[in-house]
């Protein structure tokens, strides 16, 4: 891996999926993927798939879309409901060198549907999250601020075993 340097931003070569069309998409997946726990579509039957968010119960968010058969997603979440949301494809976002929640925690306090709980019942978003605590946190009403400090003991004993597994220099 020569001239590598991992703060550096490479473009990739290859679509990893369909539903990863672009550099944009593989930047915002980790922070998006989350609503693959919830009743909140992350843009799968769209051209923008992992580019904008949305519901048919957060209707106070201003984007608006519907998810649709396509190539990528064959049954997409919420076929055939218009969606309201946040499109972040166009946004000019710095590169993101970590989670941004704050689309998260946005969604669940516009999130208004008497029928349905934000999150599935299967709880696919504990296993995204790792645990159920990122769950509680959103639930009780943290910040973004609040819920990352939470992180910080854990990221710093992480940081600790890592350091003799690391091949490329920060």
């Not at 509680?136 to 992480?158: H, P, R, T, Y």
């Amino acid at each position: 891996m020569m001239n590598y340097h991992k703060n550096e931003r490479y473009g990739m070569m290859e679509k990893p999926s369909p539903n990863l069309p672009n550099d944009k998409a593989i930047n915002l997946y980790p922070s998006l993927c989350f609503f693959e726990g919830t009743q909140v579509s992350v843009g799968r039957g769209t051209d923008l798939p992992f580019q904008i968010y949305g519901s048919p119960w957060t209707k106070n968010l201003p984007f608006k879309f519907t998810p649709k058969p396509n190539f990528g997603a064959k049954d997409p979440f919420l076929n055939g409901k218009l969606c309201y949301g946040e499109n972040l494809a166009d946004a000019t976002l710095a590169d993101l060198k970590e989670l941004d929640i704050d689309w998260l925690l946005d969604a669940y306090k516009n999130y208004k549907n008497p029928q349905q709980d934000f999150f599935l019942k299967n709880l696919f978003f504990d296993k995204l999250a790792g645990t159920d605590e990122l769950r509680k946190q959103i639930i009780a009403g943290k910040s973004s601020i609040e819920i990352k400090n939470s992180w910080k003991k854990d990221l710093e004993d992480f940081e600790k075993i890592r350091g003799k597994y690391v091949m490329y220099e920060d």
